[in-house]
């Protein structure tokens, strides 16, 4: 489980650094002024299926990227909590599902509220997340690897230890 579980949170990673660069695109480009106010909906569309015009496809792109981001971050905390993962691991990838609800909050008040003090907050939790991240997939990968193979040989007692040598 230990390439698996780097190749998750190298790509957890990635995707939230992605996410970041397309959330200071959809900013600049006031996308969230788009949906008018209203949060969660945009353009009175529940599912932003059909936006409306540009900007609001921005958003909802955005939104949908958060969503597949939240997933993978939710996974990459279950998976070091499940596989045992060291402690700092673990921790880091909590504190990076900790702060997802509140980024989910201030993004909502983005649109909503869309001043300076809550585009900054919104964008600092997006850090914290990454930099917890980050430190998850840094530290995973300084953890000895085991292939899925090698793990289930091994619980199955027919690895070299088992010999009776």
């Not at 996308?31 to 209203?38: D, K, T």
């Not at 939104?63 to 880091?92: D, E, N, Q, S």
């Amino acid at each position: 489980m230990g390439l698996r579980f780097r190749h998750l949170a190298a790509v957890t990673t990635g995707l939230t650094f992605a996410l970041i660069l397309l959330g200071v695109y959809t900013a600049a480009a006031g996308a969230g002024l788009a949906c008018g106010a209203r949060w969660p909906l945009c353009n009175g569309a529940v599912f932003g299926l059909f936006p409306a015009n540009w900007p609001s496809f921005i958003e909802w792109f955005h939104r949908f990227v958060a969503m597949v981001t939240g997933f993978l971050i939710l996974g990459t905390t279950y998976v070091a909590w499940r596989h045992g993962k060291g402690r700092r691991t673990r921790i880091a990838s909590t504190v990076a599902l900790v702060a997802l609800p509140v980024q989910v909050l201030l993004g909502g008040a983005t649109v909503t509220v869309y001043t300076a003090l809550v585009q900054v907050t919104h964008h600092a939790a997006a850090l914290v997340i990454f930099a917890a991240l980050v430190a998850t997939t840094v530290w995973a990968y300084a953890e000895p690897a085991t292939t899925d193979h090698a793990t289930d040989a091994d619980a199955a007692g027919s690895g070299p230890a088992s010999t009776g040598d």
